[in-house]
């Protein structure tokens, strides 16, 4: 599987961001998308989680509200897209956004790291006050 994250970007505190990530390849199973996030000098924490079967999602308590995981499926190339929509982005929210996609998750993990198999490169997202 291979991820492409991108929409990262610079905005003021109370803006909004949209984050994208397509993947292509081997994404059948119990496939799972999210996003995960690392400020400087932090460990990489969990944001959102979609399950592609179902649609069942999983937010981080600091995303609820304020963010939206979604997806998308193309069936021309039959890549999968997963959005995140941030909304009121503040200082805090401030890291680089790593895409991650698992296709032997259950809904129990959806928000460990180490239930992720894929990553993608991150993207930088800067909120200023």
């Known amino acids: 599987v291979q991820l492409q994250a991108s929409g990262g970007g610079s905005v003021q505190a109370g803006g909004s961001l949209r984050l994208s990530c397509v993947a292509s390849?081997?994404?059948?199973?119990?496939?799972?998308m999210g996003w995960f996030r690392q400020a400087p000098g932090k460990e990489r924490e969990f944001v959102a989680a979609?399950?592609?079967?179902?649609?069942?999602?999983?937010?981080?308590?600091s995303a609820k509200g304020r963010f939206t995981i979604s997806k998308d499926f193309a069936r021309d190339n039959a890549k999968k897209t997963a959005y995140l929509q941030m909304n009121s982005l503040t200082p805090g929210d401030t890291a680089v956004y790593y895409c991650a996609a698992s296709n032997t998750i259950i809904t129990s993990t959806m928000g460990s790291r180490s239930a992720y198999n894929y990553w993608g490169q991150g993207t930088l997202v800067t909120v200023s006050s």
């Open positions: 390849g081997g994404t059948a199973g119990s496939y799972a």
């Open positions: 979609l399950k592609w079967r179902g649609g069942s999602t999983v937010y981080a308590d």
